[in-house]
Each structure stands twice: as structure tokens, then as C-alpha cells.
T-cell receptor
Framework: EAQVTQNPRYLITVTGKKLTVTCSQN?????MSWYRQDPGLGLRQIYY???????DKGDVPEGYKVSRKEKRNFPLILESPSPNQTSLYFC????????????FGDGTRLSIL | LAKTTQPISMDSYEGQEVNITCSHN???????ITWYQQFPSQGPRFIIQ???TKVTNEVASLFIPADRKSSTLSLPRVSLSDTAVYYC???????????????FGSGTRLQVQP
């Protein structure tokens, strides 16, 4: 089954404790991206990657890192999480060019205390 | 970036046709317009995509005027299960090798009543 898998689905942690949210897709998609969703603000893109070893900033990259060492994986790293990063996070992938429909994961709800 | 503007919310009744309009004044020449549907606690799901004029599939129609500065998603005969948030998305067209960020709007919350 074609899917985008995020882990964990839920995480409660404390300020400053590094965390990684994994994202994996099995569709051989070139384009992958991370979004955060906050009430009243819709979906905002954090980072995206057009292919292996190619990443770029979206609209709200501050406080986040990503890597794309393999085509299928695109982890989101919070080196020193802060409470303002409490949010619902979605990973997505699509074929390239990026106008192709995106496939989204089920989301990861992060709470930073 | 090609920003989008949509109504915050809309209400409808079962069986009615619903039209949701999205403004995207800065759309680039090679950008497509894509609409997604999102239910609570789920990731967005692709509905329809178009470049110009009209596109129709089994769930919706998309109308795009000649200037492409707006688009209208049309949902025929909505049901309670169409209650969701609908997002309009345009790409940030800077060319085949340029920056390819994507910008979602804040979405339109559609509430369908019985």
C-alpha cells in the first residue's frame, strides 16, 4: 500500500531535549516536505527536499533541521525544542515536479513543555 | 511566494452545491492550482488540480478564469461527510531548477448541515 509513515504519532517532551520525527515513503517520490499546522494558521511548510541531499527552507524553518540521505526518508530534527514548537506536524511526498498531488502522513502531535 | 486567500468558513445543507473561491494574485506562469480536503486529525487529501479553464473529476469541479488569479472549487450535492477544511494550494514557480516551496492558505472550513 502506498503510504507516508510518520513516527511517533504523539510525543510529549520538555524544552531543550533533542527529538527526531521520522518520515518514510514507499512511492519512490522525489519531493518530500514537512508542514506544521496550528489553529487559525493552516499548513505552513517548514522544509522541503527535491531529491537526495537537496533540501531547502520553507516558510517557517527556524528551529528545525532536516536531512535527506536516502530517497525514502526525510526526518525532521528539533535540536533544542521550545514550547512554541508545540504543534501538529505533517510529512508529505510527491513526484517531481512539485505540482504533482502530495501524499500526506497521518500527522505527529508534539507537545513541548 | 504565491499567497492564497480563502473564506474562513462556509455553511451549507445536504444536497446543495458548494463553491469555494481562492484568490492567488501572484500565481506564476507555470504553477498549477491544487485543492486538498482535510478531516480532523488526518493529513490533507488531494481532491483536484488544474492549470486553466475547467477540470472535473468524480468528486469536484475546478473553475479557473483566464487570468488565473483565482479559482473556484465546486462540490456538487454535498453530504454530511463533506464537512471538512478545504485548502487551495499554488506552487512557488521559479523554474524547473529553482526554489519549489509550496504555500497553503489558511483553508476554508465547510460545515454541512442535515
Amino acid at each position: 500500500e502506498a503510504q507516508v509513515t510518520q513516527n511517533p504519532r504523539y510525543l510529549i517532551t520538555v524544552t531543550g531535549k533533542k527529538l527526531t520525527v521520522t518520515c518514510s515513503q514507499n512511492m519512490n517520490h522525489e519531493y518530500m516536505s514537512w508542514y506544521r499546522q496550528d489553529p487559525g494558521l493552516g499548513l505552513r511548510q517548514i522544509y522541503y527536499s527535491m531529491n537526495v541531499e537537496v533540501t531547502d527552507k520553507g516558510d517557517v524553518p527556524e528551529g528545525y533541521k532536516v536531512s535527506r540521505k536516502e530517497k525514502r526518508n526525510f526526518p525532521l530534527i528539533l535540536e533544542s525544542p521550545s514550547p512554541n514548537q508545540t504543534s501538529l506536524y505533517f510529512c508529505a511526498s510527491s513526484l517531481f515536479p512539485v505540482d504533482q498531488p502530495q501524499h500526506f502522513g497521518d500527522g505527529t502531535r508534539l507537545s513541548i513543555l | 511566494l504565491a499567497k492564497t486567500t480563502q473564506p474562513i468558513s462556509m455553511d451549507s445543507y445536504e444536497g446543495q452545491e458548494v463553491n469555494i473561491t481562492c484568490s492567488h494574485n501572484n500565481i506564476a506562469t507555470n504553477d498549477y492550482i491544487t485543492w486538498y480536503q482535510q478531516f480532523p486529525s488526518q493529513g490533507p487529501r488531494f481532491i483536484i488540480q488544474g492549470y486553466k479553464t475547467k477540470v472535473t473529476n468524480e468528486v469536484a469541479s475546478l473553475f479557473i478564469p483566464a487570468d488565473r488569479k483565482s479559482s473556484t472549487l465546486s462540490l456538487p450535492r454535498v453530504s454530511l461527510s463533506d464537512t471538512a477544511v478545504y485548502y487551495c494550494l499554488v506552487g512557488d514557480g521559479t523554474g524547473d531548477t529553482g526554489r519549489r516551496a509550496l504555500t497553503f492558505g489558511s483553508g476554508t472550513r465547510l460545515q454541512v448541515q442535515p
